[in-house]
């Protein structure tokens, strides 16, 4: 969910395609945001600023954009081809998490600071 109650969903809409779309909670029709080479399978938004984080099947992996859909280059730590697929959560603390492979004693989380 987004900062100001929409909703950003990632699409599958083929091997090669994935869309990114923004639902306002007014019952707007949905808003496509972006296009991406690849499906969107993880997206989440740093509170403080309203950026969007997406890990997409495509290269680059991890996408970063404005609230609004605005393409920005990724900042800090955080890698635009990181190994292997994982889900993304902005912390309360401002950093991005990256959760990878399944949880369990075998699992890691990698912490960025964008």
Known sequence: SGRDGSVYVGTYVSAAKGNLYRVTPDG???TLLATFGGPVFSVTQMRANGDLYLEV???????????????????????????QEGVLQAGPDGKLYRLIGKVDALSTLDVYVP
Not at 60 to 73: C, I, T
């Open 28 to 30: 707007a029709a949905p």
């Open 57 to 83: 099947r495509s290269t680059p992996k991890l996408v970063r954009l404005g609230e609004f859909g605005a393409a920005l280059p990724l900042t800090g730590t955080v890698p635009a081809n990181p190994a």
